[in-house]
């Protein structure tokens, strides 16, 4: 038998900074509802704090909208994080999802 020529996986930093891009991109230019976003992103999973992450990076804005309840949006911040590493799409492209 040949020797195993498989990478290790990723870091785990690495697969956690990659999913804040996702989460930052999931709740996109628009503000989503508090529970909504915690039904989807928050896990108890010690290795992937993803909301936690995001949440003290900055990223993450939550605001009180009057008939919307508690809301979270990406801030300013989060933004020219997800600008600097992730390019988007090109025009036309098909949307993931």
């Known amino acids: 038998m040949g020797a195993c020529t498989c990478l290790p996986p ?10 804040v891009l996702d989460l930052l ?3 996109g230019s628009s503000a989503r509802p508090y529970a909504e976003v915690l039904e989807a992103w928050r ?9 936690e992450e995001a949440n003290e990076r900055g990223f993450i804005a939550r605001c009180h909208e009057p008939g919307r309840g508690d809301l979270i949006a990406v801030s300013a911040t989060g ?5 600097s590493h992730r390019t988007p799409a090109p ?7």
């Not at 990723?10 to 999913?19: E, K, Q």
């Open 25 to 27: 991109e999931w709740v």
């Open 79 to 83: 933004l020219e994080h997800l600008r």
């Open 43 to 51: 896990t108890s999973c010690p290795r992937l704090p993803v909301w």
């Open 91 to 97: 025009a036309g492209a098909p949307s993931p999802g």
């Open 10 to 19: 990723p870091a785990v930093a690495d697969t956690v900074d990659a999913l």
